[in-house]
């Protein structure tokens, strides 16, 4: 039985889809943190067969943009004094902004590199993002 202590006060980001656990790890830079941050990767879970969890003992400010664009089903925990206090759940963000870059050589951002890498989403059903200055489709993996 795996072991991972509970957190006194802190966040638990919950239901993340498996093997993504790392990948929000990095987009967070939670490893520039000075506190505990488990990561727990495939997790047994009922409603999701599999999931990833992330506990950071210390409550920091979360970019849920990042998190919605990721994986838009997660859930996050607040705690404090050992009690969950809160719990709301991410969206798909309508724009992100520098998370990643438009592979269009062409595109404005290629060759004016103070601007920021925007992308707007375009179709909420397939999760679609297109960049705000050529259109060109962002990859989802």
């Known amino acids: 039985m795996l072991n991972v ?3 006194k006060n802190g966040i638990v980001i919950d239901h993340i889809r498996a093997k993504r656990g790392l990948e929000i790890y990095e987009a967070l830079k939670l490893e520039e943190l000075d506190c505990s941050v488990a990561v727990i990767t495939n997790a047994r879970s009922k409603k999701m067969g599999r999931k990833d969890i992330i506990k950071i003992d210390q409550s920091i400010d979360l970019d849920l943009d990042i998190l ?3 994986d838009p ?3 996050i925990n607040i705690i404090k004094n050992d009690k969950r206090v809160d719990k709301y759940h991410v969206e ?3 724009e992100i902004v ?3 870059k438009c592979k269009n050589p062409r595109c404005i951002t290629s ?3 103070e601007l920021d890498q925007v992308f707007i989403l375009t179709d909420e059903k397939n999760k679609v993002y297109r960049c705000k200055y ?3 489709k ?3 993996k």
């Open 138 to 140: 962002l990859p989802r």
């Open 5 to 7: 202590d509970s957190i």
């Open 111 to 113: 060759i004016e590199q």
């Open 68 to 70: 919605g664009y990721i």
């Open 92 to 94: 798909l963000p309508k």
């Open 73 to 75: 089903n997660i859930t």
């Open 98 to 100: 520098n998370l990643k």
């Open 134 to 136: 050529c259109e060109t």
